[in-house]
Nanobody, 123 residues
Framework: QVQLVESGGGLVQAGGSLRLSCAAS????????MGWFRQAPGKEREFVAA????????TYADSVKGRFTISRDNAKNTVYLQMNSLKPEDTAVYYC????????????????WGQGTQVTVSS
């Protein structure tokens, strides 16, 4: 069982930065690939970024490539999403999730989910 709690969301102007954190409970955190997803009002939840269990592999949605960076610290049971050059279209609730199936774009491969943190980017 893994419990996930996101933090770090907020209101920021376009072009600004935010760093999201996702703290995990459970001794098996390091055995899970971790992902970030987001859901804007009226839209489907979409993949943002993912990182392998050891942190050696990462993948990103094309819409955030070059602006967002995912990382993890297994000693702290935490995964991060550094978001730079934010755009109004990045406004969404951001969720972290844990997958026992390895690096994946597919939300259905993720077993555990946090409650989400709101990110609002003003123009």
């Amino acid at each position: 069982q893994v419990q996930l709690v996101e933090s770090g969301g907020g209101l920021v102007q376009a072009g600004g930065s935010l760093r999201l954190s996702c703290a995990a409970s459970g001794r098996t955190f390091s055995s899970y690939a971790m992902g970030w997803f987001r859901q804007a009002p009226g839209k489907e939840r979409e993949f943002v970024a993912a990182i392998s269990w050891r942190g050696g592999s990462t993948t990103y949605a094309d819409s955030v490539k070059g602006r967002f960076t995912i990382s993890r610290d297994n000693a702290k049971n935490t995964v991060y999403l550094q978001m730079n050059s934010l755009k109004p279209e990045d406004t969404a609730v951001y969720y972290c999730a844990a997958s026992g199936l390895g690096l994946s774009y597919n939300q259905y491969d993720y077993k555990y989910w946090g409650q989400g943190t709101q990110v609002t980017v003003s123009s």
